[in-house]
């Protein structure tokens, strides 16, 4: 490090400085303010600060990062999928069989979803057989509804892959478009749209704005149904929801778990949770075991053995 440091044998000044800034987790960066030692004037996010802005976040002032928010906003306005997507060099997508050449121009009025994936990622090699059937089921939907006012879907591959060779045989299992492999605006996307873990599907509506971040979510607890991503849809889909959980048993027993499981929602007892059944991120509706932080989504519950009393409501 370039920098200095509190001598390692000085365990008091070290104490002392995590509790006043109540450091709870590592790594940690506390910013002051030569002229202003204010608590207000503190900022305890400055590796978040330093993540999203890099050089540009000095000198952490509150008016240096309300300029950068301001930035931020406008390039979200201003946001369309050509200028997501192409750049100098490129106006293309690679398409199949490689290497087929997919112009952006013609996604342009589509919902498309945006794929931050990469093949040595557990999570995302489980995540996307999912999604790819989840895609054929939209565009085959797409397919008995005709065309509805040219709507289309399409899924864009942005890869953080190590190497050509394990892009090529992952795209290769995907029947959507990609960046190609290592493209400059692939760490572009990733920063536009703060995307802090994979796999992340980020969905844009047919004007090029972001309709949401939490395609993966939505996938999980809606499938299909999700499509198209839309406010309105998932009000839609949450009333539904919330309907169809009235004629859930109150508690199951599942998968071996050897407590019994009750069924929770968001605002009672439940919140967003990870599926002990599917690994997968669910949220809304959850059968729990509140002792062992045990919660599965109630369509991962397959074999239920209804408890006495839970369906006389
Ligand atoms: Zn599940
Ligand atoms: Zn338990």
């Known amino acids: 490090m370039p920098w200095l440091a509190i001598p390692f044998s000085d365990l008091d000044t070290k104490k002392a400085l995590n ?11 506390v910013i002051l303010h030569p002229n ?83 093949h040595w990622c557990r999570p995302c090699v489980n995540f996307t057989p999912r999604l790819i059937s989840i ?13 509805q006012d ?28 990609a960046l190609p492999f290592g493209d400059p605006n692939i760490k572009q996307l990733v920063k536009h749209f703060d995307v802090k873990g994979i796999p992340c599907l980020v969905i844009l509506g047919p004007d090029g704005k972001t309709v949401t971040k939490q395609g993966r979510n939505l996938i999980n607890l809606y499938q299909e149904n999700a499509y198209p991503f839309t406010e309105a849809k998932l009000e839609l889909l949450e009333k539904k929801m919330d309907e169809e959980a009235k004629s859930l048993p109150r508690s199951v027993y599942h998968g071996g778990h050897r407590h019994e499981l009750n069924l929770v929602s968001e605002g ?6 990870i599926c002990c059944d599917c690994d997968e991120q669910g949220s809304g509706w959850a059968y729990q075991c509140l002792e062992c932080g045990y919660e599965v989504h109630p369509k991962c519950v397959t074999v239920t053995v209804t408890v006495a009393a839970s369906s006389n409501r």
Not at 152 to 170: M, N, P, T
């Open 268 to 273: 009672n007892g439940g919140g967003p949770f």
């Open 36 to 118: 202003d030692n204010k608590d207000e004037a503190t900022l305890r996010d400055g590796v978040e600060l330093i993540y999203r802005y890099g050089v540009e976040a000095f000198p952490f002032t509150k008016q240096r990062l309300e300029e950068l928010q301001d930035e931020e906003r406008a390039r979200h306005e201003n946001q369309t999928l050509t200028n997501l997507l192409t750049n100098h060099d490129r106006d293309n997508l690679l398409g199949h069989p490689t290497p087929e050449q997919v112009p952006v121009a013609s996604l342009v009025g589509k919902t498309i979803g945006l794929y931050f994936s990469a």
């Open 150 to 177: 040219g709507e289309d879907f399409e899924i864009v591959f942005v890869s953080s892959d190590r190497d050509q060779a394990s892009f090529d045989s992952y795209f290769d299992t995907m029947p959507w478009l």
């Open 135 to 147: 895609y054929q089921k939209i565009k085959e939907q797409m397919l008995v509804d005709g065309d």
């Open 19 to 29: 509790r006043r800034f109540d450091i709870e987790g590592i790594p940690s960066l």
